[in-house]
């Protein structure tokens, strides 16, 4: 297998394990009250987007998506509620869109010069406001009208709040994820260079 073929593997394998040791230790779910949380789960995969390309970041971000999704059985009150509306609805919020935040970050990265930094930060700080803005736009447009949302005013003006709170949220995510990527994943990108000695 080409030296260039392992080291992608490889990575894209470390990357995984940190999204799963951030899910275990829900650390890449910081809780803020019973129906918030600020996901740092974007960090690793914007930094393999990145760094690794399109195809690594749709990887990542599929895992991404599928934690989350596995959030909603227990340990995510708010998701939880989801679930019990319709399963379906939950997993296109949940798997669909932060896979298409992992490509689009890649395809960011690629069409912004990969290589360099300014590359890497616009890539970093988009790839939380686009995992909100998918995010956040499924879930008002598959449940604002879901007769457990639309038939109640209480759990209209809740399904409100949680979509107002969040989008402040993200400014945390934001600034985490376009600090730590831009850093990490310009980092990366040089030892690789040097790995492959090109």
Known sequence: MPKKKILFLTEIAVLIAIIIFLTVTRLGYLSLGPVLSITLMTIPVAIGAIALGPLAGTILGFAFGLTSFLQCYGADPFGVALLNASPLYTFIVCVPTRTLVGLFTGLIARATSKRSVLSCTVASFACPLMNTVLFLGTLFLLFWSHPLVAGSDVTQSVFALFIAFAGVNAV???????????????????????????
């Open 172 to 198: 945390a995510e934001v600034i985490a994820t376009g600090v730590v990527g831009t850093l990490v994943s310009k980092a990366l990108m040089s030892m690789n260079k040097n790995q492959l000695g090109s």
